[in-house]
């Protein structure tokens, strides 16, 4: 463990890529930062794109451009892996007059065709978002896991998590009495439960879309080894590389907005300082009835309900008006 801090407090941050370096973050078009890259020199690419949904860092393009455009990056992405990597693309939905597209199901034939092979869709669920009043509220976005070969790396062991049941026996057969489970814990499946990060969460910065920390050490500490890089395209404040340094990888990544490269560069600084605060990985979700909470007691009778559900109302019908 000491020897791992003091090999991070010698990470310097550089602004390209070379194969020495430990951190690159480059203010860019990710497309000019992959012209840097190497054939097969990457063992893990995870990005979440943009969505093209408006966001303050993006143009709203037609679906079939935004394809087009992430095609030419997701070809360029699979030059740069190597024959064991894994490219992981967490995405949500692209919402066209209240119809939603799933990106997942449009950008699968993309990767489909540079010949990248699925190995899981994973949801990835959390409890906080807009509140949708014409379709129900959206808790899930998805995760697809893409590999280059079928001899691909992935570490189960450093990624499990405890088992519901660990004192369970087999009961008959040549193994009963003897206890079943791995003690290393379970496989943790492909529906994961990690908080997003909205106002509360220790991890928010100003940028409106940044994943948490949790997330992708899973996605680090299974499919990639000490010492590889992990490339993410669209690196907003600097998570993937985070994530990749904390377990002893090498992290690059693109940012075209300077501001988010400037919190890029800080986080990643404080994480080599070991002074960034994250939400630690296979934390419990918080219960607020559990931990006693006292907001999560109703406080409605019959009169006092009725009187709010008019309120509410009110406020429904002031808004459709505006
Ligand atoms: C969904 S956000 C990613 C946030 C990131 N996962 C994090 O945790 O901070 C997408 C980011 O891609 C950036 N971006 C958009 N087009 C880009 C491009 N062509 N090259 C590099 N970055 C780009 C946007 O500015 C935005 O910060």
């Avoid at 791992?4 to 930062?33: E, Q």
Wanted: proline content about 6%.
């Amino acid at each position: 463990m000491i020897e791992k801090t003091l090999m991070l407090r010698k990470i310097n941050i550089s602004k390209n890529f070379h194969l020495n370096n430990h951190a690159v973050v480059y203010n860019g078009n990710c497309l000019d930062l992959l012209k840097e890259i190497p054939d097969g020199s990457i063992q893990l690419i995870v990005t979440s794109p943009p969505y093209n949904i408006g966001k303050e860092y993006e143009k709203k393009l037609k679906l079939k451009s935004y394809l087009a455009q992430q095609a030419r990056i997701i070809k360029e992405c699979t030059r740069t892996l190597s024959g064991s990597g894994s490219i992981c693309w967490q995405v949500g939905n692209y919402v066209d007059k209240g119809s939603i597209i799933p990106l997942d199901t449009v950008l699968y034939p993309i990767f489909q065709d540079f010949g990248l092979k699925m190995r899981n869709r994973i949801i990835w669920h959390f409890e906080h978002g807009l509140h949708c009043s014409k379709r129900f509220s959206g808790r899930y976005e998805t995760i697809i896991w893409f590999t280059k070969s079928n001899d691909y790396v992935f570490n189960l062991d450093p990624v499990r998590i405890p088992q519901k049941y660990p004192g369970k026996k087999h009961f008959k057969g040549p193994k009963a009495g003897q206890y079943s489970c791995n003690p290393l814990g379970k496989n943790p499946g492909d529906i994961w439960v990690i908080p997003n990060v909205k106002s509360n969460h220790v991890e928010k910065t100003e940028h409106p879309c940044q994943f948490p920390v949790e997330l992708i050490e899973r996605l680090v500490l299974s499919m990639s080894y000490e010492d590889d890089w992990v490339l993410d395209p669209f690196l907003g404040v600097g998570t993937s590389i985070i994530a990749a340094i904390r377990h002893g990888r090498r992290g690059v990544g693109a940012e075209t907005v300077t501001k988010y490269v400037d919190i890029a560069k800080n986080r990643i600084q404080q994480e080599v300082n070991g002074t960034l605060r994250t939400r630690p990985m296979n934390k419990p979700v918080y219960n607020p009835s559990q931990a006693g909470n006292h907001i999560t007691t109703a406080p409605w009778d019959k009169k006092t309900a009725a009187v709010q559900k008019s309120l509410l109302k009110q406020e429904e019908v002031k808004s459709a008006t505006k």
